[in-house]
């Protein structure tokens, strides 16, 4: 009877498995023509057509962005992926995101995913609705609620402060995130921490047409209250301020800038942010666009003057800095002369240059500032061990029409990441299989790190080229880091300038530009400006005045143990590179969950396919060979001690295998049934191939499991009525004691009162012939009451009748 259940188990879920293709096939695993690039992409059109946007390859999630609203992201749907098997339900991120926990939970390991792909592929939206998936399935209580809140709601602080509406993307996160969730034993979210990554401050000082400023900016002139506005010297039109036309877009059909601000304000107040931070954070954003709005003129000698007081005497008061220094700083450059300080005035374009280096320094600090404030309130006080689930929810891949130092660093960033996949699945799976013994037939794929070493390589990488040329003496320029690159680079496959290039190829590549063939495809760079971004200096005389601020969130960006210091700090792009490499030691140590978001089309339309760009995403994304890897590997692999959690399908091993992990894996799969094609045994580790085998195997464990339940629950029950009957039997035992007592005592009581009655009598009858007395008394009585009671039914009818009942002689006196 028992095989019979598991049989229609396996029948249903077969059954499953076919009403979820449908549409398609809902893994490319599953696909037959697997080689094919067009049956590839015709899939992923006809289910993207049918509003599937999810597809896996293996474990791997394909996200296809659907540009629209979905009812796929509800509570409902939440609790439906809730501990179910990851391939029982149709892909989404919400079985990405719940095998990651389960995995995290059972093995007490750190987890990570990955969520990747270009700019408005979808990544951020992705990143928010797993944190929600984790606010709303996990345990919790009341204390662990406000955590909850804060995870939550430390998104849209982040995304004021760090995104902005590019081209491509209108919420376009412009740092990268990396946040780590962490779980107590229970899997209850306790605390979380947030690093951030190379924030565009390049955006606050100038954008591209049809671009904007980060949002915080729009979102306080249109949200804030005229009180907050007037305090802060604003106005509520965007049109002027400097900083905020310069892309021409300040109104966008899609962002509601009110209500995200009163999103941003419930999420200070639920963040611990006091009205004293609250006032200083404010202060400092308008000083950045009062700072936008200061012009400079030519004064009769050359130099740079500011035409009109009114701006910065609202930076002076908002910023808590002393006016004419302020103006001094701004106009002059402090130049240290042996043991003499110099003041030099500046020209007009180098002061608008200082004014920009201000603004951008003030802002990028200001948001690491935030980010730490964030940290501190996510913080968990619990020294105890706490397993973690990482979001990486990084910039993607940029190609603009022109492409400077932060798309640089920002596609830098995402090699890396394509390198750490390649490393984590492609490479180490294939020598996985190798080590472990199991034959194989070796995949090709483009291994990338021919890229990135040509990008961080230790002096003869460009990284390490710009800094050489930053840090040189004498007057280096744009052009002369360029012919750097092309006398020691300039013989590499993935290098070319236009002086190295071929006829063909050097129309489209300018004197000052550079073009690296990247793995997403040919990206070509202007060197101007690369020099003064990769510096990002700020005058001594300028950072003076910021360490002296009266507002304490400036006193503790700009501290002044700084001015001590004479080193030269390190540049942005070491710095960058720095920070990568500890992330992607961060990321190996984790095991990892992949999201691969895709593009459908360039213009943010709902249901438009545009069968070239993704192509193109497919093939960068290295989608093809991932899934040729997975279709000849193995869908499923663990440590033989792992697998025997499944011990209780076979009578060998259940309930405790004491002998070797191997053996008793080979029993238990012998005993499922494994067909010898669906899996192999490796030196430490079991493979099994297809995801339909594994899916069996879940299902005939859960319903194992059920039964083992059922028997426990019967077992329990047993206890339980026992329990009761031997509760009841006692009571019942003590109910009868009390009882019998009662009745003991009421006839002890009536034996009493027996003995009273007869010594009295006994009295009464001895004393009956004295005269009336205690001791005569109740016998009198007695003998009065039958007298009486006799002569009740004998009254003769004469008085004078001689039948009447003579009375005893005790009541002849009475």
């Known amino acids: 009877q028992k ?43 006809k289910r993207y057509q049918e509003n599937l946007i999810y597809t896996y390859i293996g474990t791997l999630l394909v996200s296809v962005n659907p540009y629209k609203e979905l009812d796929i992201y509800t509570v409902t749907q939440m609790k439906l992926y809730r501990g179910v098997n990851f391939f029982e339900l149709p892909p989404h991120l919400y079985a990405i995101a719940d095998n990651a926990y389960r995995v995290m939970c059972s093995e007490y ?10 700019s408005g592929a979808g990544k951020t939206e992705a990143s928010k609705k797993i944190l929600q998936y984790y606010a709303v399935t996990c345990p919790t209580t009341e204390q662990l609620q406000i955590v909850r809140d804060r995870l939550l709601l430390s998104n849209p602080v982040l995304e004021a ?64 209250d005229k009180e907050l506005l007037c305090w802060l010297g604003l106005e509520r039109n965007p049109q002027k301020y400097a900083y905020l036309i310069q892309g021409r877009c300040a109104k966008v059909f899609s962002i509601n800038d009110k209500n995200d601000w009163k999103i941003v304000r419930k999420a200070f107040s639920i963040i611990d942010f006091t009205e004293r931070d609250l006032e200083h954070l404010f202060g400092i954003v308008a000083s950045v666009l009062h700072l936008g709005n200061i012009q400079f003129e030519e004064d009769s000698n050359g130099h740079a003057i500011i035409r009109d007081g009114t701006q910065i005497k609202w930076i002076s008061k908002l910023l808590g800095v002393h006016l004419s220094i302020l103006q001094e700083a701004l106009t002059h450059r402090k130049i240290e002369a042996r043991s003499e ?15 920009d280096a201000v603004a951008k320094a003030i802002y990028g600090r200001t948001f690491t500032w935030l980010v730490n404030k964030i940290n501190g309130s996510l913080a968990n006080k619990d020294s105890t061990r706490k397993t973690v689930i990482g979001l990486l929810d990084i910039y993607g891949f940029e190609v603009l029409d022109t492409n400077s130092f932060e798309q640089f660093c920002i596609n830098y960033c995402n090699e890396k990441l394509q390198q750490l996949l390649i490393e984590m699945t492609l490479k180490a799976e294939q020598e996985e299989y190798e080590l472990e013994g199991i034959e194989w037939e070796p995949i090709p794929y483009f291994n990338n790190k021919i890229i990135c070493d040509l990008v961080e390589q230790k002096h003869k990488g460009i990284i390490s080229i710009l800094d050489e040329e930053c840090l040189r003496p004498g007057e280096a320029t744009d052009l002369s880091f360029l012919e750097k690159l092309e006398e020691k680079v300039g013989d590499h496959a993935h290098f070319v300038t236009r002086k190295l290039a071929d006829q063909r190829t050097r129309k489209s590549i300018d004197w000052v ?29 300028l950072k003076e005045v910021l ?4 507002n304490g969130i400036m006193r503790d960006c700009f501290l002044l143990s700084e001015l001590d210091n004479r080193r030269r700090p390190e540049t942005v792009a070491t710095q960058f590179k720095n920070s990568l490499t500890s992330l992607i030691e961060i990321l190996m140590s984790k095991e990892p969950s992949y999201i691969r978001c895709i593009k459908p089309n360039e213009n943010k339309e709902p249901g438009r396919f545009d069968d070239s760009l993704i192509k193109h995403q497919v093939k960068y994304l290295g989608l093809m060979e991932h899934l040729r890897v997975r279709r000849a590997g193995f869908a499923y692999r663990r440590k033989y001690e792992l697998f025997l959690q499944y011990k209780s399908l076979c ?28 899996y192999k ?8 191939r297809f995801p339909k085998t594994l899916f069996a195997t879940e299902d005939a464990f859960e319903f194992r499991k059920h039964l083992l339940v059922s028997r426990l629950q019967a077992k329990y029950k047993g206890c339980l009525g026992k329990r009761e009957y031997e509760k009841k039997r006692r009571a019942a035992i003590k109910l009868e004691a009390c009882w019998r007592g009662a009745l003991a005592r009421k006839e002890a009581k009536k034996r009493t009162w027996a003995v009273q009655i007869i010594r009295k009598f006994i009295n009464g009858f001895i004393n009956r012939k004295k005269p009336l007395c205690p001791e005569n008394k109740e016998f009198v009585r007695l003998v009065q009451y039958n007298y009486l009671m006799k002569l009740r039914d004998h009254v003769p009818k004469n008085v004078l009748d001689k039948s009447w009942l003579q009375p005893p002689s005790i009541l002849e006196e009475v």
């Open 161 to 224: 402060f760090g995104n902005a509406k590019t081209l491509r993307n209108d919420n376009s996160s412009r740092f990268g995130k990396y946040m780590d969730i962490q779980f107590d034993f229970k899997g209850a979210p306790v605390g979380g921490h947030i690093l951030s990554y190379l924030i565009e401050k390049s955006r606050v000082v100038h954008q591209n047409h049809g671009e904007r400023n980060f949002h915080i900016f729009y979102q306080l002139l249109e949200g804030g």
């Open 513 to 541: 530009d550079f073009r690296l063939l990247h793995y997403a495809g040919e990206v070509t760079y202007c060197a101007v400006g690369f020099l003064e971004k990769n510096n990002d200096l700020l005058y001594r005389n």
């Open 341 to 355: 300080e110099v003041l030099s005035p500046l020209n007009v374009d180098l002061a608008f240059c200082a004014r």
């Open 651 to 678: 009578p060998a091993t259940w309930p405790h295998w004491h002998g070797p992990a191997a053996e008793g894996v080979e029993k238990l799969i012998k005993h499922i049934g494994y067909k010898p094609e669906e």
């Open 547 to 550: 360490c002296n601020s009266k």
């Open 3 to 45: 095989e019979d259940v598991e049989e229609n188990v396996e029948e249903e879920m077969e059954g499953a498995l076919i009403a979820r293709d449908r549409v398609g096939v809902q893994d490319f695993v599953l696909l037959d023509s697997h080689t094919s690039e067009a049956a590839f992409l015709g899939n992923l059109r």
């Open 681 to 688: 045994l490796g030196r430490t580790k079991i493979f099994i």
């Open 109 to 118: 390991n750190n987890h990570f995913i990955l969520i990747s792909g270009e």
